[in-house]
Protein backbone atom coordinates (compact mmCIF):
# COMPACT_ATOMS: atom_id res chain seq x y z
CA UNK A 1 0.00 0.00 0.00
CA UNK A 2 2.42 2.29 1.26
CA UNK A 3 4.97 2.15 -2.05
CA UNK A 4 1.64 2.22 -4.66
CA UNK A 5 0.32 5.08 -3.10
CA UNK A 6 2.77 7.22 -1.21
CA UNK A 7 5.90 6.14 -1.04
CA UNK A 8 7.10 7.78 2.30
CA UNK A 9 3.83 7.68 4.00
CA UNK A 10 2.97 6.12 7.60
CA UNK A 11 0.46 4.97 9.52
CA UNK A 12 -2.53 2.95 9.53
CA UNK A 13 -5.29 2.02 7.02
CA UNK A 14 -8.34 -0.27 7.10
CA UNK A 15 -10.87 -1.02 4.84
CA UNK A 16 -14.42 -2.57 6.75
CA UNK A 17 -17.24 -3.89 4.34
CA UNK A 18 -20.77 -4.31 5.45
CA UNK A 19 -23.89 -2.40 4.60
CA UNK A 20 -21.42 0.50 3.11
CA UNK A 21 -18.17 -0.08 3.01
CA UNK A 22 -15.87 2.33 4.98
CA UNK A 23 -12.60 3.22 5.18
CA UNK A 24 -10.63 4.65 8.49
CA UNK A 25 -7.03 5.63 7.75
CA UNK A 26 -4.33 7.76 9.69
CA UNK A 27 -1.33 9.10 7.43
CA UNK A 28 1.65 11.01 7.86
CA UNK A 29 4.16 11.82 5.48
CA UNK A 30 7.05 13.87 4.86
CA UNK A 31 5.26 15.08 1.10
CA UNK A 32 2.32 15.16 -0.45
CA UNK A 33 2.53 15.98 -4.02
CA UNK A 34 -1.12 16.14 -5.11
CA UNK A 35 -0.47 16.93 -9.06
CA UNK A 36 -0.13 13.08 -9.02
CA UNK A 37 -3.85 12.54 -8.00
CA UNK A 38 -5.07 15.42 -9.64
CA UNK A 39 -3.13 16.15 -13.42
CA UNK A 40 -3.38 19.23 -15.33
CA UNK A 41 -6.00 18.64 -18.16
CA UNK A 42 -4.69 18.32 -21.29
CA UNK A 43 -3.68 21.78 -22.82
CA UNK A 44 -4.26 23.06 -19.41
CA UNK A 45 -0.94 25.06 -18.05
CA UNK A 46 -0.17 26.36 -14.82
CA UNK A 47 -0.99 29.95 -16.30
CA UNK A 48 -3.69 31.78 -16.85
CA UNK A 49 -3.24 32.89 -20.32
CA UNK A 50 -4.14 29.69 -22.30
CA UNK A 51 -7.46 29.98 -20.69
CA UNK A 52 -7.76 33.92 -21.55
CA UNK A 53 -6.82 33.38 -25.27
CA UNK A 54 -8.93 30.45 -25.66
CA UNK A 55 -11.73 31.86 -24.26
CA UNK A 56 -12.87 29.35 -21.45
CA UNK A 57 -12.96 30.53 -18.23
CA UNK A 58 -12.72 27.20 -16.27
CA UNK A 59 -16.16 27.26 -14.91
CA UNK A 60 -18.68 24.65 -16.04
CA UNK A 61 -22.62 24.71 -16.09
CA UNK A 62 -22.61 21.36 -15.40
CA UNK A 63 -25.01 20.13 -12.06
CA UNK A 64 -22.43 19.80 -9.60
CA UNK A 65 -22.91 15.62 -8.00
CA UNK A 66 -21.75 14.50 -4.46
CA UNK A 67 -23.80 11.32 -4.94
CA UNK A 68 -21.09 9.05 -5.18
CA UNK A 69 -20.50 9.93 -1.11
CA UNK A 70 -23.60 8.01 -0.18
CA UNK A 71 -21.33 5.00 -1.28
CA UNK A 72 -18.91 4.88 1.69
CA UNK A 73 -18.34 6.08 5.06
CA UNK A 74 -14.67 7.48 6.14
CA UNK A 75 -12.69 8.59 8.49
CA UNK A 76 -9.09 9.95 7.22
CA UNK A 77 -6.41 11.93 9.13
CA UNK A 78 -3.84 13.27 7.03
CA UNK A 79 -0.59 14.97 8.22
CA UNK A 80 2.72 16.21 5.40
CA UNK A 81 5.61 18.30 6.44
CA UNK A 82 4.48 19.75 2.99
CA UNK A 83 1.64 19.70 0.46
CA UNK A 84 2.13 20.73 -3.25
CA UNK A 85 -1.14 21.84 -5.31
CA UNK A 86 -0.20 22.93 -8.74
CA UNK A 87 2.22 25.94 -8.03
CA UNK A 88 1.05 26.53 -4.62
CA UNK A 89 3.34 25.02 -2.37
CA UNK A 90 2.44 24.52 1.87
CA UNK A 91 4.44 23.68 4.49
CA UNK A 92 3.16 21.86 7.32
CA UNK A 93 -0.57 20.63 7.52
CA UNK A 94 -3.13 18.48 9.45
CA UNK A 95 -6.15 17.13 7.50
CA UNK A 96 -8.96 15.37 9.19
CA UNK A 97 -11.44 14.37 6.87
CA UNK A 98 -14.81 12.56 7.23
CA UNK A 99 -17.66 11.11 4.40
CA UNK A 100 -20.83 9.75 6.65
CA UNK A 101 -24.51 9.24 4.34
CA UNK A 102 -23.59 11.49 1.81
CA UNK A 103 -22.33 13.82 3.76
CA UNK A 104 -17.83 15.03 3.04
CA UNK A 105 -16.42 17.35 5.83
CA UNK A 106 -12.78 18.43 5.97
CA UNK A 107 -10.52 20.29 8.09
CA UNK A 108 -7.08 21.60 7.39
CA UNK A 109 -6.77 22.47 11.31
CA UNK A 110 -3.42 23.92 10.56
CA UNK A 111 -1.34 25.05 7.43
CA UNK A 112 1.89 26.36 7.33
CA UNK A 113 1.08 29.02 3.90
CA UNK A 114 3.71 31.34 2.97
CA UNK A 115 5.16 32.39 6.15
CA UNK A 116 1.97 32.60 8.06
CA UNK A 117 -0.86 30.09 9.05
CA UNK A 118 -4.28 28.96 7.82
CA UNK A 119 -7.32 27.17 8.66
CA UNK A 120 -9.94 25.70 6.26
CA UNK A 121 -12.98 23.79 6.05
CA UNK A 122 -14.64 21.94 3.47
CA UNK A 123 -18.05 20.71 2.92
CA UNK A 124 -19.81 18.56 0.22
CA UNK A 125 -23.41 17.29 0.92
CA UNK A 126 -25.10 14.86 -1.66
CA UNK A 127 -27.10 13.38 0.96
CA UNK A 128 -30.08 14.90 -0.52
CA UNK A 129 -31.52 16.16 -4.25
CA UNK A 130 -29.94 19.70 -4.09
CA UNK A 131 -26.39 18.82 -3.65
CA UNK A 132 -24.68 21.78 -1.65
CA UNK A 133 -21.02 22.85 -1.03
CA UNK A 134 -19.23 25.46 1.04
CA UNK A 135 -15.67 26.27 1.88
CA UNK A 136 -14.89 28.68 5.26
CA UNK A 137 -10.95 30.25 5.49
CA UNK A 138 -8.89 31.75 7.68
CA UNK A 139 -5.60 32.50 6.62
CA UNK A 140 -3.20 34.83 9.18
CA UNK A 141 -0.04 37.12 8.07
CA UNK A 142 0.70 35.34 4.85
CA UNK A 143 3.44 36.27 2.43
CA UNK A 144 1.16 37.76 -0.26
CA UNK A 145 3.82 38.22 -3.64
CA UNK A 146 4.60 34.40 -3.19
CA UNK A 147 1.02 33.72 -2.67
CA UNK A 148 -0.47 34.94 -4.94
CA UNK A 149 2.13 34.62 -7.88
CA UNK A 150 2.17 30.47 -7.15
CA UNK A 151 -1.89 30.33 -6.27
CA UNK A 152 -3.34 33.10 -9.34
CA UNK A 153 -0.47 34.35 -10.87
CA UNK A 154 -0.44 37.64 -10.17
CA UNK A 155 2.88 39.37 -9.48
CA UNK A 156 2.22 42.76 -8.41
CA UNK A 157 0.63 42.73 -5.15
CA UNK A 158 3.41 42.03 -1.87
CA UNK A 159 3.42 42.60 1.86
CA UNK A 160 1.60 40.44 4.68
CA UNK A 161 -1.96 39.12 3.77
CA UNK A 162 -4.52 38.38 6.31
CA UNK A 163 -7.88 36.68 4.67
CA UNK A 164 -11.25 35.38 5.63
CA UNK A 165 -13.44 33.63 3.18
CA UNK A 166 -17.05 31.81 3.49
CA UNK A 167 -18.41 30.78 0.65
CA UNK A 168 -21.74 28.24 0.25
CA UNK A 169 -23.61 27.47 -3.16
Same mark, same amino acid.
Given at each position: ?? #???????????????????????????????????? !?????????????? #?????????????????????????????????????????????????? #??????????????????????????????????????????? !????????????????????????
Amino acid at each position: FR #RVLFRSAKGDAALIFGERPRIEASLGMDRLDLNRWF !PLAAGEGNGSAGAA #RSGDTGWSDARLDFTGLRGLDAHLALAASELIWRDLKLGSVELKASIAEG #RLTADLARAAVYGGNATARLTLDGSSEMPTASLAFAGTQMDGL !PLLRDLAHIGRISGKLDADADLKS
